[in-house]
T-cell receptor, first 115, second 114 residues
Framework: DVKVTQSSRYLVKRTGEKVFLECVQDMDHENMFWYRQDPGLGLRLIYFSYDVKMKEKGDIPEGYSVSREKKERFSLILESASTNQTSMYLC??????????????FGAGTRLSVL | AQSVSQHNHHVILSEAASLELGCNYSYGGTVNLFWYVQYPGQHLQLLLKYFSGDPLVKGIKGFEAEFIKSKFSFNLRKPSVQWSDTAEYFCAARNSGGYQKVTFGIGTKLQVIP
């Protein structure tokens, strides 16, 4: 089974802190994604990466950055956390070949509260 | 801009009722379509997908969806829902080929009453 592991289920941070959310996948997938999930807004793409050291902005990249130094790991960084970044953050990965190509596999999510 | 619209945000059904959740997309070109489901307390997971071929696709747990190109729709159906189908359902789309992002709809919460 594909496993996408997010380092924390719950995080509480203070306004202005730098926050790192880590995601690791074990299926050698090329593509990795970061979303935030908010009630009534669904999933919104923050950033995605289709290869090591590559990144593309999603629909709401402002206030976030990402890092992909290794194929299996994709980190989301909140440079200076703000209260409007309180949300559920979901990481996903997908492969580009085979019968399961372009199917996204999701982690359990990190619920971040910024106070 | 590419978008995915889900018409029903909250649906309440009794067990054994039939289900149809609407999904429309606005994409040019060839499109890949998905339905994902999130059961309470669980990860988002794939329910079914359409890439090409037969426009009627079958997924897990008795769900099916029909791709109607002329209507830009990909509605999800199930003839008889069960209490265990209570979940949030997300329609998603991407342009096929290349390094394409996926766009999700805002989701439909389905509550099935025993």
């Amino acid at each position: 089974d594909v496993k996408v592991t997010q380092s924390s289920r719950y995080l509480v941070k203070r306004t202005g802190e730098k926050v790192f959310l880590e995601c690791v996948q074990d299926m050698d997938h090329e593509n990795m994604f970061w979303y935030r999930q908010d009630p009534g807004l669904g999933l919104r793409l923050i950033y995605f990466s289709y290869d090591v050291k590559m990144k593309e902005k999603g629909d709401i990249p402002e206030g976030y950055s990402v890092s992909r130094e290794k194929k299996e790991r994709f980190s989301l960084i909140l440079e200076s956390a703000s209260t409007n970044q309180t949300s559920m953050y979901l990481c996903a990965s997908s492969g580009r070949t085979g019968g399961a190509r372009n199917i996204q596999y999701f982690g359990a999510g990190t619920r971040l509260s910024v106070l | 801009a590419q978008s995915v619209s889900q018409h029903n945000h909250h649906v309440i059904l009794s067990e054994a009722a039939s289900l149809e959740l609407g999904c429309n997309y606005s994409y040019g070109g060839t499109v890949n379509l998905f339905w994902y489901v999130q059961y309470p307390g669980q990860h988002l997971q794939l329910l079914l997908k359409y890439f090409s071929g037969d426009p009627l696709v079958k997924g897990i747990k008795g769900f099916e969806a029909e791709f109607i190109k002329s209507k830009f729709s990909f509605n999800l159906r199930k003839p008889s829902v069960q209490w265990s189908d209570t979940a949030e359902y997300f329609c998603a789309a991407r342009n096929s080929g290349g390094y394409q992002k996926v766009t999700f709809g805002i989701g439909t919460k389905l509550q099935v009453i025993p």
